[in-house]
C-alpha cells in the first residue's frame, strides 16, 4: 500500500485472481482501521502541499502521468485484463480513455477560476469591489470499483489532484493491481509524497474508518446502492459525490436504423460482462419492428466467443466472481419461473456466463427493476414512443438513458421526457465522453463526475471583498 509516502505491507493479505483461470496473480495488503486512520493523517499533510502547488505545477504532473501511461499502455491494459473482467481490447479502450482523463485533469486544473461579484449592486456596498475564486475542499476519500479499475480511479484521483486536495483511495479489494500501478505513475511523474495515499482492504472496515474519518472532507464512492446509503448514514457532515449505478432504458422506434441499434445495443448490453453501471438492461421496441430487431440481436448475442480474454478475437470476458455468475442466474431463473422466456443464453461454467436475452419479463421480476450488473438484457414491445417513455421511468433509477429514431421530433421528446442524468440519441446508454457531466437521478446518486464537473465538486468557492 502507499501510506504516508512509502510503499508498506499489511498485518494480512489479499489475494487478487484471475477470475477466468481462477489463478492467484498477486497479493495485496489487508489494510485495517488503523492503516487508514494513518492514511488520512497523511493525506492532511499532504493536503497542505497540494494546495501550495501552483496551478501549472498540479497541470504539469498529471500531463506527464498520461504521457507516462501512454508509453506503457499494453502493460497496463494486461494488468485490468488479467484481474478484472475485461477482455484485453476492452483493456486497452480503457487505458487509452485514463489517459485522456489524466489529460483533461491537467487541462482543468489551469481552468479552475472564479468570476467577479458586482457588490455595488446593494445599496451601501458603492465602495466595495472583490470577486471569487475555488479552493480545495481538504481530503478526499475515494472508493472505487471493480468494474473500471484504473479510469474510475483517474475520475476522482485526476480532478482532486487537479484541485489541489490530499487523496486517500480505496480500490475495490478484487482489482487492486491497476490502481496501485498508477500511483506509481503518479509519483514518478512529480506527485509529492503524502498527497496520495492508497490503501487496499474490505470496505467494511477500511471503507468505513474512511467515511466516518472527519477529517475527510468529501467522500467521493462509486458502487452499488446499498453501500451508497451505508454512506450517507454514517458520513456526518462532509461533501458526497455517488454514483450508484442503473437500469439503463433504450427505446428504439420503427424510424430508426435498425442494423445501427442492433449493434449499439448489443455492445451496450455485453461490454464488460454486461458489469457496467451504464449498460443497456431494458430495450423497448416500438411493435411494427419488434421482430426483426429481436431476430438480428439474438442472432449477434449467439455469436459473441466468451471466456479467454487475453485472445484478440475474444469478445466477452467472465464476470468478476463465480458468486456473481450465479446471482445472475438466480436472477435470471427468478424471471423464467414468473413467465420470462430465455431467447439465448443463461449457460455458463464457473465465472463465465453467457450473452442471455429475455423476453415476455414480469414487472414484479428483480431483473425487471433493479440493477443486474451481468450480460442479461431484457426485450419488451411498447405501441409507441410515449409508451416507452413511461415504462421506461418506471423504475427507481435514472442514470442513462437512449433512443432510436431519425425523427429530430421524436429525439427531443425523448430527451425531455426520459427520467435520466444523460439521454443519448442513436447512440446505446453505454456511451460516455470523460469530459461530459455524468451522474443521475433517483437512486443513482448524487452530484456529477466528468472531470471539469468533478473538480467543481472537489473545491469550494471562497469569496474575496474589499471595502475601498
Known sequence: ???????????????????????????????????????????????????????????????????????????FA????????????????????????????????????????????????EGRRGYYTRVPVGVVAAITPFNDPLNLVAHKVGPALAG????????????????LKLAELLLEAGLPPRVLNVITGPGSTVGEALVTDPRVRMVSFTGGVEAGLRITRKAGLKKLGMELGSNSPVVVLEDADLEAAVESCVSGAFWAAG???????????????????????????????????????????????????????????????????????????GAVYRPTVLTDVPEDATIHSEEVFGPVVSLYTVKDLEEGIRRSNAVDFGLQAAVFT???ASAFRAVDGLEAGAVMVNDSTDYRMDAMPFGGMKQSGLGREGVPFALQEMTEPRTVCFNL
Do not use: H
Open 164 to 179: 489541489g486536495n490530499g487523496v486517500v483511495l480505496k480500490p475495490a479489494t478484487v482489482t487492486p493491481l491497476s490502481a
Open 406 to 408: 431519425s425523427s429530430l
Open 275 to 349: 458489469q457496467n453501471c451504464i449498460g443497456v438492461q431494458r430495450i423497448y421496441l416500438q411493435e411494427t419492428m419488434a421482430s426483426a430487431f429481436q431476430e438480428a440481436f439474438v442472432a449477434r448475442a449467439r455469436a459473441y466467443k466468451v471466456g479467454p480474454k487475453l485472445e484478440e478475437d475474444c469478445d466477452m470476458g467472465p464476470l468478476i466472481t463465480e458468486e456473481e455468475a450465479r446471482r445472475v442466474e438466480g436472477w435470471v431463473r427468478e424471471a423464467v419461473e414468473k413467465g420470462a422466456r430465455v431467447l439465448c443464453g443463461d449457460e455458463g461454467e
Open 1 to 75: 500500500m502507499l501510506v504516508d509516502g512509502e510503499w508498506t505491507e499489511g498485518e494480512g493479505e489479499i489475494p487478487v485472481q484471475d477470475p477466468y483461470s481462477g489463478e492467484i496473480i498477486d497479493t495485496v495488503p489487508r489494510a485495517t482501521a488503523r492503516d487508514a486512520e494513518r492514511a488520512v493523517t497523511a493525506a492532511v499533510e499532504g493536503y497542505r502541499v497540494s494546495r501550495d502547488l501552483s496551478t501549472g505545477q498540479r497541470a504539469r504532473i498529471l500531463r506527464r502521468a498520461g504521457e507516462l501511461l501512454e508509453e506503457r499502455s499494453e502493460e
Open 78 to 125: 494486461v494488468v485490468i485484463a488479467r484481474e478484472g473482467s475485461k477482455t484485453i481490447r476492452e483493456a486497452r479502450k480503457e487505458v487509452y480513455r485514463c489517459t485522456l482523463t489524466l489529460r483533461l485533469s491537467a487541462e482543468e486544473a489551469t481552468r479552475n477560476q472564479g468570476e467577479t461579484v458586482i457588490f455595488d449592486q446593494q445599496e451601501g456596498s
